[in-house]
T-cell receptor
Framework: QQPVQSPQAVILREGEDAVINCSSS?????VHWYRQKHGEAPVFLMI?????EQKGHEKISASFNEKKQQSSLYLTASQLSYSGTYFC?????????????FGKGTLLTVNP | KAGVTQTPRYLIKTRGQQVTLSCSPISGHRSVSWYQQTPGQGLQFLFE???????NKGNFPGRFSGRQFSNSRSEMNVSTLELGDSALYLC??????????????FGPGTRLTVT
């Protein structure tokens, strides 16, 4: 089942902070975050694994609440380059034969 | 290191035809996943191949099929095209095999228009 992302869209001024949430109705093994700029391919941001392990870019932070089956992506001191659509992908299987189910995305616009 | 490449980048087909899309993963990556992206549905998983074997499949009709070759290159085929198949088709490669390798690298996509 497709995870639910909120908000659907957010507009910031440079330097402001934002939080993007991702919720699932099923137990999660891992959550993956990607950003896609208009007309470009999605780019990997972060993986959060059950048990607390994280892998991603240093300037990106995120949380993973296994009990609530939720993840949040924190964007602090936003820059113009942060603009784009953010997708969370959820994995419910673990193991090597996994598949990601992506949410519909959150459109983030950062203005000067 | 060269990124993921997809060919062709743009394609226009008519209903009922079939189409084959190609994806060359990053050197050393053994897993290739395919996604369909549309404005209404977002990114939807089609299937994933690892070492020439389909490991997982999304909820798409049998008209959508794929394969992976020994050099990890992958092709996706859609037969009897429908108007609703118009979309951006993305492939993504990763090392695969263990959770630490699940970071995916996406190609630029193939924009398919069915008329």
């Amino acid at each position: 089942q497709q995870p639910v992302q909120s908000p659907q869209a957010v507009i910031l001024r440079e330097g402001e902070d934002a939080v993007i949430n991702c919720s699932s109705s099923k137990a999660l093994y891992s959550v993956h975050w990607y950003r896609q700029k208009h007309g470009e391919a999605p780019v990997f941001l972060m993986i959060l694994l059950k048990g607390g392990e994280q892998k991603g870019h240093e300037k990106i932070s995120a949380s993973f609440n296994e009990k609530k089956q939720q993840s949040s992506l924190y964007l602090t001191a936003s820059q113009l380059s942060y603009s784009g659509t953010y997708f969370c992908g959820t994995d419910h299987s673990g193991g090597s034969n996994y598949k990601l189910t992506f949410g519909k995305g959150t459109l983030l616009t950062v203005n000067p | 290191k060269a990124g993921v490449t997809q060919t062709p980048r743009y394609l226009i087909k008519t209903r009922g035809q079939q189409v084959t899309l190609s994806c060359s993963p990053i050197s050393g990556h053994r897993s290739v996943s395919w996604y369909q992206q549309t404005p209404g549905q977002g990114l939807q998983f089609l299937f994933e191949y690892f070492s020439e074997t389909q490991r997982n499949k999304g909820n798409f009709p049998g008209r959508f099929s794929g394969r992976q070759f020994s050099n990890s290159r992958s092709e996706m085929n859609v037969s009897t095209l429908e108007l609703g198949d118009s979309a951006l088709y993305l492939c993504a490669s990763s090392l695969g095999g263990s959770p630490r390798s699940y970071e995916q690298y996406f190609g630029p996509g193939t924009r398919l228009t069915v008329t």
